[in-house]
């Protein structure tokens, strides 16, 4: 044997090694994945008595002014494609129904694609609705359609597991007819957008790029087993774990302007910024909740300096894990407040879906496990019930 593969690997090689060998962080993707597609769905669902109003014809946003916003800065939107309310109610139904798949794991990247096309459909149709929060879901839409996201937590996950089972028992692979079928249906309508021209050039070539590589990727594993899979596999580890440090920037960098733009602030040195919102009725959901916070001099003082702290030294405690988790969980905390006292429940739980993606992964593994338990134990209870009530049922004769 020769004294070159005796020798040790050298730590860039490691490196390299374990950035392409697998995708890092199953259980922080997955959770980002559920986070935001549970926050935008809720949403869709809450607005939807109102959802003309907001980002359909009916909406104060005329289609005329926001084709001409677009026009400008290229955005896409599906909703631009032509202005009929069929078509607006056909796109929110999408929307809805690929959050809502995309939040269970099933075929999740198919329903990433069409989860981003949601998400940048409606937001870019009428670009004044919404708060903060959605300019985070508009950024991590996009970046999960790079990551590999449902290999925990997910129906597909649990559909990989069944079929090595039976491939186990029969010996024969079991193929799959779901997922071709879907990307076909997915391929019919790329070529009826690029016939009609209504894509945009950029966003038409990037999904023409998704819906090439997915086919290659469906053909490698069916035709070319061995190095054109194996190569496909390093592509898409490599992408997902760049993507999961880009969305991990992403927080720190929101964290960092945030709070740094507070320091500028008068009302932030002097401790009484928090003070002004609190006594907003447009922002006081529980006004005598907030008279009592904001009657206080000492509470406001300390939220208003913590909140500051916490979010200019966020970025500087990702290399001390314990001292990064205390300020994780008053993150945390901190939005959970926002959401009560301000009544701005999606923006908290898109921050909160965000500071996910810096969970350890042993106490997400734990509460993923208690999670299973907890189900085990509702499944155990409503088994006996349904065979009692399947007993008591009376019993038609038959002559």
Not at 49 to 60: A, D, I, K, N, T
Not at 275 to 293: E, K, R, T, V
Request: charged fraction near 15%; proline fraction near 5%; glycine fraction near 10%.
């Amino acid at each position: 044997m020769s004294a070159s593969v005796l020798a040790p690997e050298s730590k860039p090689a490691q490196a390299l090694r374990r950035v392409t060998g697998a995708a890092l962080g199953p259980y922080q993707s997955a959770v980002v994945r559920i986070g935001f597609s549970a926050t935008w769905l809720l949403f869709l669902l809450r607005e939807l008595p109102h959802r003309r109003e907001l980002y359909g014809p009916e909406g104060p946003w005329s289609w005329d002014m926001a084709q001409r916003l677009v026009s400008g800065n290229h955005a896409f939107t599906a909703l631009l494609w032509t202005d009929s309310t069929l078509w607006f109610e056909v796109v929110y139904a999408v929307a809805v129904l690929s959050s809502a798949l995309l939040m269970l794991g099933w075929r999740t990247r198919t329903m990433s694609v069409l989860f981003m096309v949601g998400v940048l459909s409606l937001q870019n149709r009428s670009v004044f609705m919404g708060d903060g929060g959605d300019n985070v879901i508009h950024l991590m839409a996009i970046y999960l359609v790079l990551t590999r996201c449902g290999q925990v937590w997910s129906l597909d996950a649990r559909r990989r597991e069944r079929a090595a089972a039976r491939a186990a028992e029969s010996g024969e692979p079991v193929p799959d007819r779901v997922g071709p079928v879907l990307w076909a249906v997915l391929g019919v309508a790329l070529v009826a957008v690029t016939l009609l021209g209504d894509a945009g050039g950029g966003w038409l070539l990037i999904f023409w790029g998704l819906w090439v590589v997915q086919a290659l990727w469906w053909a490698a594993g069916r035709y070319a087993q061995g190095d054109p899979r194996a190569l496909l596999d390093v592509v898409a580890n490599l992408a997902h774990n760049t993507t999961m440090v880009v969305i991990m920037a992403e927080v720190c960098l929101i964290y960092a302007t945030a709070g740094w733009y507070k320091i500028q602030g008068s009302r932030w040195q002097d401790g009484t910024a928090l003070y002004y919102p609190l006594h907003l009725d447009y922002f006081s959901p529980w006004p005598a909740l907030s008279d009592i916070l904001g009657g206080s001099g000492l509470i406001v003082m300390l939220l208003t300096y913590g909140t500051v702290a916490v979010q200019v030294a966020f970025p500087f405690t990702l290399f001390n894990r314990r001292v990064k988790n205390v300020l994780l969980v008053a993150m945390m905390m901190e939005h959970a407040g926002i959401a009560l006292l301000l009544g701005l429940p999606f923006f908290s739980l898109a921050m909160i879906a965000a500071d996910a993606v810096f969970l350890p992964t042993g106490f997400l593994r734990w509460l993923g496990g208690r999670i299973g338990r907890l189900r085990e134990r509702l499944a155990a209870r409503v088994a006996p019930q349904r065979r009692t009530d399947e007993g008591q049922r009376p019993r038609t004769l038959v002559a």
